[in-house]
Nanobody
Framework: QVQLVESGGGLVQAGGSLRLSCAAS????????MGWYRQAPGQQRELVAY???????NYADSVKGRFTISRDNAKNTVYLQMNSLKPEDTAVYYCAASIVDSDQYEDEYWGQGTQVTVSS
């Protein structure tokens, strides 16, 4: 059984920073791509950033230059450093990962979500 647990959300003023973490646990053989998505009220879930197993990254245009995704493979953890936050970054942030379990079965897993609120 595999789980993703997020932490680090909260309330911050515009221009501030937050760091999100997402740790994978359970019967993990390997982890491929890991990413962060967000969903604002009344809007569809959108990709914020992802990172491959070898460290290649990709970002949504709206966060380029402000957000940085990274991972610690030894800890099965992905991070999202968010700087220069804007009110429009307010959303529930979800992590996702493509994980191969101990039975060599690959599936996509999601965290429970963490609220990020940016006040103006």
């Amino acid at each position: 059984q595999v789980q993703l647990v997020e932490s680090g959300g909260g309330l911050v003023q515009a221009g501030g920073s937050l760091r999100l973490s997402c740790a994978a646990s359970g019967s993990i053989f390997s982890i491929n791509a890991m990413g962060w998505y967000r969903q604002a009220p009344g809007q569809q879930r959108e990709l914020v950033a992802y990172i491959t197993s070898v460290g290649s990254t990709n970002y949504a245009d709206s966060v380029k230059g402000r957000f940085t995704i990274s991972r610690d493979n030894a800890k099965n953890t992905v991070y999202l450093q968010m700087n220069s936050l804007k009110p429009e970054d307010t959303a529930v942030y979800y992590c996702a990962a493509s994980i191969v379990d101990s039975d060599q079965y690959e599936d996509e897993y999601w965290g429970q979500g963490t609220q990020v609120t940016v006040s103006s």
